[in-house]
């Protein structure tokens, strides 16, 4: 299983972004796909996530500015980022909780991770 972030940038701050994530490889189920981050000096946070069943959770320093959402069909999940400040900046990891069969555990597997820099 592979998770492909791509959408990270340079913007300026108001500005937006959108991330996207592609989960590939053997996949029965997604239980949970979304985003984390770490910003320098910082230790890693949830930023926003689907479950299984469809129920979104946000940090709540990116509720009102940040949505998620996904295509099934695809195995791929978006974050529209809006009104973007300088504390957004850091390293956005997409990650997934995974059953590769009917039988197996869910894994946890996480991307390359992918900057985001906000300028002030």
């Known amino acids: 299983v592979q998770l492909q972030a791509s959408g990270g940038g340079l913007v300026q701050a108001g500005g937006s972004l959108r991330l996207s994530c592609a989960a590939s490889?053997?996949?029965?189920?997604?239980?949970?796909m979304g985003w984390h981050r770490q910003a320098p000096g910082k230790e890693r946070e949830l930023v926003a996530a689907?479950?299984?069943?469809?129920?979104?959770n946000y940090a709540d320093s990116v509720k009102g500015r940040f949505t998620i959402s996904r295509d099934n069909a695809k195995n791929t999940v978006y974050l529209q980022m809006n009104s973007l400040k300088p504390e957004d900046t850091a390293i956005y990891y997409c990650?997934?909780?995974?059953?590769?069969?009917?039988?197996?555990?869910?894994?946890?597997?996480w991307g390359q991770g992918t900057l985001v820099t906000v300028s002030s």
């Open positions: 490889g053997r996949i029965f189920s997604i239980e949970n």
């Open positions: 990650t997934a909780h995974i059953r590769q069969s009917d039988v197996s555990y869910q894994r946890s597997y």
């Open positions: 689907f479950t299984r069943l469809g129920i979104t």
